[in-house]
């Protein structure tokens, strides 16, 4: 009797031992995905600094690659004229460093989160192009060359195509530059770190009309001899839009630039929008309502379904482009810090990314990782 009971806790602890190398022999998505492209995520401060050590672990274990949410726009880089606020950014940098990760630096030039003094004279009139350009060279090379031969790649320009027609938008940078704009700061990031990959990032490029604005916008560039390496695809889908063949036309039709797309700020919003689009414009925001806030108590079992498949597909069209896709980026680590918990609407329960917010993966995770499998 003795020794059966010996032997029956022998076999549990071996049990034990063998259940643990399971789990930490799982598959990861940078180790999936190694031989096809990056996968990585944005990266709030807490996350960057170390302060979250459960999202530090997780982002460790599972990307090789990150990218910042704010801390890297003008605003909080460069608030003031006289001012810099590089220690977030230090610690970023330092971070992807440490884990050997490729850092992406985002956004150099943008409409939004630019401080209003940078359009602006000493009296509060729009400044000169003379002055706004000097104001942006010094932006670049200052921010650019402080993080030279560590940032591996920029986005240079940030949604500069309008949503209805696919003309450049409307913005300071352009009224006061002209449409030479984005040549400007595709010239300065390049003089800045001349090793640098160097990005357009938008919003809704499935789009036919936008998808054309930028194929004129990057076509324009390359005629003055400037480089663009990839144009980035900003994948804020639901859950049935855009469909999988609206995405992969955007795709096709970039890489027959000579660029290269990435995947930069992928999430799926599971809840009713209110938006009158799919996309990313900052700009709308609504009053909080009930009907646009269903999951609060947790996500049923049939959304969670369709959410695994949507992220399944996705990433199956995906590894079937991966010769001209370098990198898909999700938009956060957890459901807990994604943004769309505050957008259109704040205050919400979201439920957009592949890990929950207890820091579990969701069966989509095993969805993404099989796709790859699938097509080896």
């Known amino acids: 009797m003795k020794k059966q009971l010996i032997y029956s806790v022998l076999c549990l602890a071996l049990s034990g031992v ?28 807490k996350q960057s600094s170390g302060q979250d050590a459960k999202s530090t672990a997780l982002i460790q274990q599972q990307f090789n690659t990150i990218s910042p949410e704010n801390l890297l726009k003008w605003g909080p880089v460069h608030p003031q004229p006289d001012k810099y ?32 003094w940078v359009f602006e004279d000493e009296n509060g009139q729009p400044a000169s192009r003379e002055v706004l350009l000097k104001r942006l060279q010094e932006h670049i090379n200052t921010v650019v060359g402080r993080y030279k031969g560590k940032i591996g790649g920029w986005d240079v320009l940030n949604e500069a195509i309008d949503d209805q027609q696919g003309d450049l938008r409307k913005t300071k940078w352009l009224e006061i530059l002209g449409e030479d704009f984005a040549a400007k700061a595709f010239e300065y990031a390049h003089k800045a770190d001349p090793k640098a990959e160097l990005y357009y990032n938008d919003y809704s490029l499935y789009r036919p009309e ?18 663009v390496t990839a144009v980035g695809m900003q994948g804020h889908y639901g859950l049935t839009k855009p469909s999988i063949e609206q995405v992969e036309a955007s795709i096709v039709a970039f890489s027959k630039l000579g660029v290269h797309v990435n995947f930069t700020e992928l999430d799926i919003d599971v809840l009713p929008n209110p938006s009158r689009r799919q996309g990313a414009d900052i700009a709308e925001n609504f009053a909080a309502d009930a009907k646009y806030n269903v999951y609060t108590a947790g996500l ?17 069209l995906f590894h079937k482009h991966r010769d001209v896709i370098d990198r898909v980026t999700l938009w956060g680590v957890t459901d807990a810090d994604s943004w769309l918990n505050d957008w259109p609407i704040r205050g919400r329960t979201s439920y957009p990314l592949l890990f929950d917010r ?6 989509a995770l095993q969805a993404v990782l099989q796709t790859a499998k699938n097509k080896m």
């Not at 799982?26 to 995905?33: R, S």
């Not at 936008?210 to 480089?227: D, N, T």
């Open 18 to 45: 063998a259940m643990n190398f399971v789990q930490k022999a799982e598959p990861t998505l940078k180790e999936v995905f190694k031989k096809d492209f990056y996968v990585g995520a944005a990266l709030n401060y």
């Open 85 to 116: 606020n590089f220690k977030p950014a230090d610690d970023y940098v330092a971070f992807g460093q440490q884990n050997k990760m490729f850092i992406i630096g985002h956004t150099l030039m943008w409409h939004q989160q630019t401080p209003k």
């Open 210 to 227: 936008k998808r054309e604005g930028v194929i004129k916008l990057v076509k324009s560039l390359q005629a003055k001899g400037i480089k």
């Open 300 to 316: 049923p079992d049939s959304v969670q379904q369709k959410l695994t498949k949507r992220y399944a597909d996705l990433f199956a």
């Open 358 to 363: 207890t820091y579990q993966p969701k069966p």
